[in-house]
């Protein structure tokens, strides 16, 4: 099981791509999710092609020595949702030329499968691979906070920035108490799957740890806010960017990138 820490933990490595400016990583998951968004549906080159950016974001992978276990079961955490979007596909478009081919297939029930479905369902799952693994490296390679810094930098409006770093904080936060919870719940020899003990009271002590969450978030948000006003918020003097510069690497790295993008278009 992947949890939040070891995320977080594998944004902590150091590598070449690690290295790289926040920016510069946001901009390139960007361009390659618009990229693989615009791509049109129904062509079969474009399956060659988003195979080839699969294959570069995979390589990206290898060169930031991600550990590989925890890098594929966030894929296949994910993955059902775009091979459920994907699989109803073929029934679901029409078929719009005659071919050689034995599509329409007509099945039981009313069904038929479509060739221009099969291929718009293969390129639509490939499509989601492809950003879901831009997003995943993004993650994996670069602090939550960095992100949220850079996404601010970049212009970003600033109430959403705070809404999302206070987010971050509290996530480590409410897992930290949750894991506290957990661990003394199993201490009291407390089993959610005991079938010997009634399930009513086994809901109850689940509805006990859920409000405990709820009034500890509530003070402790309490206690964030004094603190953030006792140090000057709200007063308008309480940016504090993450002032590295670009380096040249970050510029190579953005413009390998684009050439390989425009390689994959207009070669493959």
């Not at 995320?7 to 960007?30: G, W």
């Not at 959403?160 to 509290?170: A, G």
């Not at 199993?186 to 959610?192: G, N």
């Amino acid at each position: 099981m992947v949890t939040l820490t070891d995320i977080e933990r594998e944004s902590y490595k150091d590598s070449p791509v690690h290295r790289l400016d926040p920016r510069i990583k946001l901009i390139f998951a960007l361009a390659i999710i618009v990229y693989a968004v615009s791509l049109p549906r129904i062509h079969e080159k474009n399956m060659i092609r988003l195979l080839a950016m699969e294959a570069y974001l995979v390589l990206l992978v290898l060169i930031a020595g991600l550990n590989l276990k925890y890098f594929f079961l966030r894929i296949l955490a994910i993955l059902p949702f775009g091979i459920g979007v994907a699989v109803i596909q073929p029934f679901l478009r029409p078929s719009f030329v005659e071919s050689y081919t034995p599509y329409p297939l007509d099945l039981p029930f009313g069904l038929s499968i479509t060739y221009e479905g099969l291929v718009f369902g293969r390129i639509l799952f490939m499509k989601f691979l492809v950003c879901v693994t831009a997003v995943i490296l993004l993650s994996s390679t670069t602090r939550l906070r960095d992100m949220v810094v850079a996404a601010d930098r970049m212009g970003v409006p600033r109430e959403f920035t705070q809404l999302v770093s206070m987010m971050v904080r509290y996530l480590f936060l409410f897992w930290a108490v949750l894991k506290r919870i957990k661990t003394a719940q199993e201490t009291r020899l407390f089993d959610i799957w005991n079938n010997a003990v009634p399930r009513k009271w086994i809901l109850k002590q689940i509805g006990y740890s859920i409000s405990a969450i709820f009034v500890r978030s509530y003070e402790q948000g309490e206690r964030t806010y004094i603190s953030m006003l006792c140090r000057g918020y709200g007063s308008g003097h309480e940016k504090a960017y993450y002032r590295a510069k670009i380096q040249t690497r970050d510029i190579l790295f953005l413009l390998l990138s684009t050439a390989s993008i425009v390689c994959i278009h207009f070669f493959v």
